[in-house]
């Protein structure tokens, strides 16, 4: 006979640290006042590029900064500083997306009530950001022309963390054969009702319409607090 | 691939309780895991078994119990379970959610212990 076992219940989150990280990194930027984005797409999507654009135009009107990461280098960083906004480069070394303390980090010693907005960018990858909550106000889930419509399909969780989606290098869809209602399509079956926005850094296109979300969201935040 | 740090995840939730509870040896730990909580059941299995290797839980097994998305139908007004993860509607009328229900769990539910 088998000796006696017994279920005991833990009911743990396995991600309780990260969350509870990532809840104070919230608090402590509603108490400051500043409304925070965080980006993710496959890597070469094009998500700084994009940032270096909205940056750039939010630089007159808003106080801005903004956290890049990846896996090494900090050419992002350098890129991004040229918008002359304060910028921070986190190394993940081997580590394929950002944790909610390695953002913690970063920000120390950035007083945060001075700040209207901040920026994160995640390293390159659909697939691990889409479990670590950041303390983000609005995930963008970014993808470009190139990618293929059925992006969404291929990595729905990602798609289901994020806030909205941003469909990159509109200027190169004609070239890319992109099919704009499958791509619509595919947003809505992985997460009905989430916005889209159509967007060519190169040429500007779309920008005006993201800007404008971003102002509605933060108004609406600041509202609620 | 982040399915190792979250297998050390489950062993340091686990190992903690599994202290907590005294002498006893741990045979099982019972996880539940939602198809939206971006982590492979088959992965994380695989970095389990290395993961485990010279800890205390060295000899206890990972039992995964995945479970399903629901989504409350605007229209139908019915709770279903959903077809896929690529197809977050009503699986009976098509209709958006009105809610989406469960999908991100990633939490140790128990523990099984002997004695």
């Known amino acids: 006979m088998n000796p006696p076992t017994r279920l005991v219940e833990v009911r743990q989150k396995v991600l309780k640290q990260n969350d509870l990280v990532a809840r104070t990194l919230r608090e402590r930027f509603h108490a400051a006042g ?5 980006l993710v797409s496959s890597p070469g999507a094009g998500k700084t590029r994009f940032l270096e654009l909205v940056l750039s135009l939010l630089r007159d009107r808003y106080r801005t900064a903004a956290l890049v990461g990846d896996l090494a280098t900090d050419n992002d960083a350098e890129r991004l500083a040229r918008t ?8 993940t070394g081997t580590v394929c997306h950002l944790e909610a303390d390695a953002v913690a980090k970063a920000l120390e010693g950035w007083r945060l009530e001075e700040l209207d907005f901040l920026f994160i ?24 022309v190139t990618e293929g419509e059925d992006k969404p399909l291929k990595y729905p969780t990602i798609f289901n ?15 890319a054969e992109f099919d704009r209602e499958a791509a619509w399509r595919n947003i809505q079956a992985v997460r009905p009702g989430m916005p889209v926005l159509e967007l060519s ?4 296109e779309g920008v005006e319409a993201f800007l404008q979300l971003l102002d509605s969201r933060r108004s609406a935040t600041r509202r609620g607090s | 691939m982040h399915e190792l740090s979250i297998a050390l995840g489950i062993l340091d939730v686990a190992i903690e309780e599994a202290e907590r509870l005294g002498p006893a040896s741990v045979l ?78 990633l939490e140790v539910v128990a523990l099984e212990m002997e004695p």
């Open chain 1, 34 to 38: 500043v409304y925070v984005v965080s």
């Open chain 1, 84 to 91: 002359q906004v304060p910028v921070k480069q986190i190394t």
């Open chain 1, 121 to 144: 960018e995640n390293v390159g990858n659909l697939v691990c950001p889409s479990s670590y909550d950041l303390g983000e106000d609005m995930r963008l889930v970014l993808f470009s």
């Open chain 1, 161 to 175: 963390t994020a806030d909205v989606a941003i469909i990159t290098k509109m200027d190169l869809a004609k070239a």
């Open chain 1, 201 to 204: 850094a190169k040429t500007g």
């Open chain 2, 28 to 105: 099982a730990v019972h996880l539940r895991l939602g198809p939206l909580s971006g982590v492979v059941k088959e992965s994380l299995l695989a970095a389990y078994e290395l993961a485990r290797e010279g800890t205390p839980l060295e000899k206890a097994a990972l039992v995964i119990e995945e479970v399903p998305v629901q989504v409350l139908c605007s229209a139908c007004g019915v709770e279903r379970a959903v077809l896929s993860i690529q197809q977050l509607y009503c699986p009976e009328c098509g209709s958006p959610p009105a809610r989406i229900d469960g999908g991100r769990e």
